[in-house]
């Protein structure tokens, strides 16, 4: 069975630090992958999702980027978190883009 | 623009008892998708039901079921038999020109005893 893992949980980092969140997937080849963030109280909004290594599409101009390395591992980055970066990120993948979306436990990040 | 809009920002319900969500959306596309995803307490984002537009027949999962209205651009969700494990915030989305997912703000379920 597919699984997808995200980590870390929880993120504390002061304005100005860099970002890397990682989240991979297990049991699939090729997957959509997918990284949103949800505000508190609020629905989700994507930032990047990928169809291939390599290939990124961005939503959302902002401060951070995402890279696929690998076929299942999908990671978003910053050079220098603001304080409007705080939130909670999901992670998810897809086997289509029209199929559902099965998502990561997430990692709330907070800024300082 | 494609959107979503979830009405009712928090419904509660007796447990045992039936409520419905609603969604309604805009688009212009005649084929998508659309889902009913779940997100209790925990944060994790759980699916619940799924619709292919061009079925007329309505998606079901137990007990969740769905009124999808074409038409109307309207997709509720039914939760019979309302349990202590459905309070969560519920989450309306379809998938847009490029298969990708719009969501509604969300509705929160509270479950009452």
């Known amino acids: 069975s597919q699984t997808i893992h995200q980590w870390p949980a929880t993120l504390v980092q002061p304005v100005g630090s860099p970002l890397s969140l990682e989240c991979t997937v297990e049991g699939t080849s090729n997957p959509n992958l997918y990284w949103y963030r949800q505000a508190a109280g609020r629905g989700l909004q994507l930032l990047f999702y990928s169809v291939g290594i390599g290939q990124i599409s961005s939503e959302v101009p902002q401060n951070l980027s995402a890279s696929r390395p690998q076929d299942r591992q999908f990671i978003l980055s910053s050079k220098k978190l603001l304080l409007s970066d705080s939130g909670f990120y999901l992670c998810?993948?897809?086997?289509?883009?029209?199929?559902?979306?099965?998502f990561g436990d997430g990692t709330r990040l907070s800024i300082l | 623009a494609q959107t979503v809009t979830q009405s009712q920002p928090e419904m509660s319900v007796q447990e045992a008892e039936t409520v419905t969500l609603s969604c309604t959306y805009d688009t212009s596309e005649s084929d998508y998708y659309l889902f009913w995803y779940k997100q209790p307490p925990s944060r994790q984002m759980i699916l619940v039901i799924r619709q292919e537009a061009y079925k007329q027949q309505n998606a079901t999962e137990n007990r969740f079921s769905v009124n999808f209205q074409k038409a109307a651009k309207s997709f509720s969700l039914k939760i019979s038999d309302s349990q202590l494990g459905d309070a969560a915030m519920y989450f309306c989305?379809?998938?847009?020109?490029?298969?990708?997912?719009?969501w509604g703000a969300g509705t929160k379920l509270i479950i009452k005893p």
């Open positions: 998810a993948w897809s086997v289509h883009s029209n199929q559902p979306q099965h």
């Open positions: 989305a379809f998938t847009d020109s490029n298969y990708q997912l719009i």
